[in-house]
């Protein structure tokens, strides 16, 4: 039951990419997709910030009867609020109140599923909480887990000072280290078995988890709300050549991401850095397709100054203009010429889905070496494996030998060379 609304005065320039209106559907979508009902919204254009309580007196006052009229219980406002702010506002409007960055982190808190995932989001909040400590905690009773501010009093407060949050938080940076060295061994066991990796990226409700299971089948959670899905999830997925992908579908990207959220948001991420094709999936009929665009990009190149993502991942990315469905004839027309540039699909309808597959096919075979190789007609398990490890170009099955061209990765090639060396020896 909340009030939803956001300031009208936001300093850095990516926020004035964006219409206030914009701004604030946004945050009625996120306040809803953590189960708020929203009540109220409106836009507060401000001339300058208030320490005390950011938003002019008149319009405290303001809201403070829309509070009291539709019985608000939670007050979200979409800006950045320093704890005395938030405390302020809190006792005019008699609610509770929580900015940008308490929401997010309540939907982080409520998806993350993975062990990772759900260690990142506990330290994000002990971080955002440690400057929002109040003596009243040492009262609460140890009623129920988790550490958002839906519980109310009674819920589990994870500890009662500072001391002992940043004691928690080396402990959780300890466990997530551990977490990380188990996955790097698993990616390297991944390497072992080289299948090229894709990963999928974009704003948050572009679509990505519904193409996800769209191009393999899979069952990932998929629905028309922010942040639906948190944890990476794979799945191999058969190309047209019959080569073997890795797809990797990652969090959703959001504007203004609270600074607590960006390591683990960006650790989320990781598959990308390793990812042989990067598909940016981008919601074609929001009308800020543009500003999304411009988002992720951010936080791809703000991991490349951060030391983990390439210069040249632009050159490895394909644009996928998802919800082709939702958009009208003169829409269409005037994304037609993008060419190659981007690819116009429907994960909903599958329309574009052939076009993606070829392209990911064409991406992944450029620069490949062609080899050709003869094998003998007994060769059965040989001839099965480079069908499916390799793209076959073309085939002349001889008295003697069976004659391929077929197109491999020098890791495949040498696999496929020890592979055959064995075998050979095993017969001997």
Known sequence: MPWSGRSGAEDDSETRLRPSEARLEEAVALAASIGLSVRYRTILPLRARRPA????????????????????????????LSPVQQRNLERAWGCKVIDRTGLILEIFGARARTREGALQVELAHLDYQRTRLVRSWTHLERQRGGFGFL??????????????????????????????????????????????????????????????????????????????????????????????????????????????????????????????????????????????????????????????????WPERTIEVLNKADLLDGAALAGLAGLGERALLVSALTGAGLDRLRAALDARLSAGLPVHRIALAPAEGAALAWLYAHGEVLDRRDGEDAIHLAVRLSPEDRARFDSRRAREAGARD
Request: glycine share 8%; hydrophobic share 45%.
């Open 151 to 312: 519980g109310g009093p009674g819920e589990s407060q994870i500890e009662l000072d500072r001391r002992l949050i940043g004691e928690r938080m080396a402990r959780i940076r300890r466990e997530l280290e551990e977490v990380r060295r188990t996955r790097g061994l698993h990616r390297s066991a991944r390497r072992r078995v080289p299948y090229p990796v894709v990963a999928l990226v974009g704003y948050t409700n572009a679509g990505k988890s519904t193409l996800f299971n769209a191009l393999t089948g899979a069952g990932v959670y998929a629905q028309d709300q922010l942040f639906a899905t948190l944890d990476p999830t794979m799945r191999a997925l058969k190309l047209p050549s019959g080569r073997t992908v890795i797809l990797s579908d990652t969090v959703g990207f959001i504007s203004d991401l609270p600074h607590e959220l960006v390591e683990a948001f960006r650790a989320t991420l990781e598959e990308v850095a390793e990812a042989d094709i990067i598909l940016h999936v981008r919601d074609a009929a929001h009308p800020e397709s543009a500003a999304q665009r411009a988002d992720v990009i951010a936080v791809l190149d703000g991991m490349v100054q951060g030391g983990t993502l390439d210069e040249v």
């Open 53 to 80: 309580t950011l938003l002019g007196e008149g319009q405290v006052a303001e809201i403070a009867q829309q509070v009291k009229l539709h019985s608000i219980a939670v007050a979200v406002v979409d800006a950045q």
